[in-house]
């Protein structure tokens, strides 16, 4: 599931990101940290406009599942982009 939606996002010209974000929230139902992580980087860096509150869900998934980039990126995004929480 996870390779799909990698193929889908990246391997296809041009990416067909609605069938990426399918495989990967498939694969991140399934418990799949990267694919938790890559949903975090579609919503955030591939969808126009950027979706940073599905991203932060995402990343804040992955991050705490352990997920390093995840934990990376979702603090970025509260140091740039969004309110942190409270």
Known sequence: MYALGYRYS????????????GWYE???DAG???????????HADLTQP???EAARH??????????IDAMYNLGYLYAKSIEPPK
């Open 50 to 52: 950027p979706n940073l």
């Open 10 to 21: 990246n391997e296809t010209d041009p990416p067909d990101l609605d069938a990426a974000r």
């Open 32 to 42: 799949h940290v990267d694919a938790m992580y890559a949903l975090g980087v579609l």
């Open 58 to 67: 995402w990343f804040e998934r992955a991050a705490d599942a352990g997920h």
């Open 26 to 28: 498939k694969a991140a």
